[in-house]
């Protein structure tokens, strides 16, 4: 078996992997490049024909795993997609909500890179099937979704073929979040495609220490009569503070103040994750169970169109807004950094990972201030970061996750992190002497799994 890396090789976006096994060829995700300069790459030609693959896997709905389906349906493909029902149901909201973002593209006389008819035929390949249930994607390759923790419907796969198993983790959750079961242990596996976006960083905090750490930014809001603004991405971080805020609102335990949900994409997934409650931990199970609407508290106000968004302006302070985009690399949090960044009075929260060259990564960094809508504003508010909130396991998670089937895998692949996080995961591994073979993963090159 051999695997190709096209993307997220050196760097958090445009996950790409061609499995080839025996004349088979299966692609592992088809991610989107995000970040400075991404539209270049985006549109670059493919390194493979799209015609002549047999399947494509997905393993969760972020755009830096599914972003370039349609394109890569527009440019030929026309064979099935596996993935589970609730990525099958994101999906779509995710490619109309970056076609919308790309509609500049249109007005500026540049193609986009897909539109309405290629995300509609690209729906209609989508495969869904359960976690745990064996699919045959092609004769001699069967796959089954695990449990990835990440997102709603997210899956690390294990893909059988020819007596060797290989799994590709996608994006592996933390531990203890809100709504979603923690990562199911790794299956025994010859080899393993392994994330490394904390490969170099371990979380602070716990699960309490989070929580707490939420409700004293609450408290500390209404007592300044500040803004506290909270990037958020809009598919699981946002749905996961709107449960928090559940918790803490309806607990008594932070004052009454207004939450505005100011996120059209995270508002449109709020009833997918409503009809998935087979993806619930045992918690949000009982919450459900009590007649508990976790998305729904007093205070909370969900803006339906831009004019609810601008009105937000109005409304004095207390006051809480959650929205996107999570790197504040655009959405429509960039409005409101614009006018509440310069508040010293005012917070801003970090809960997820900020990549480079997003506004996110200059303000934890500690720029004095960023260039927003063609103006330099001021970075005065003071900004927290909570990285328990984030969406991928730390250092110490995946190196525990790696080993959890009881037997160590005999090859591992590292991709989808930065150079620094890789190397250090890959050092990390090395140090623990189990496993005999570790490759960070390069752009383009194509490697040798043991078992043919
Ligand atoms: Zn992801």
Redo the contacts with the bound molecule.
Sequence with gaps: MKLTFYGAAGEVTGSKTLIEAGSRRILLDCGLIQGEGSDLRNRAPWAFDPKSLDAVIV??A?L??IGLLPRLVKDGYTGPVFTTEPTREISRFMWEDEAKVRDEDTEAGIEPLFDQEDIDTTYSLLRSSKYGESVRVVPGFDITFRDAG??LG?AFVEMRVGGLTLVGS??IGNDHVPILRDTEPMTKADAVILESTYGNRTHDGSEAGREDLLRQALIQTAERKAVLMIPAFSLERTQEILYELNGLVEGGAVPKMSVFLDSPLATSLLPIFKSHPECYDEQAKILRAMGDDFFSFPGLKITHNYRNSLAIDKVKSPKVIIAGSGMMSGGRIMRHLGRYLQDANNLLLVIGFQGQGTIGRQIVDGAESVMIDEHMVPVRAEVRQIESFS??GDRDKLLRWLKSSGQAPGQVWLNHGEPEAAEALAQGIREGGEIEQVTVAAEGVTYEAAGE
Excluded: E, K, N
Aim: proline fraction near 0%; charge should be negative.
């Design positions: 393993t969760h972020h830096d795993h990440h997102v997210s996608g994006d969406a991928h």
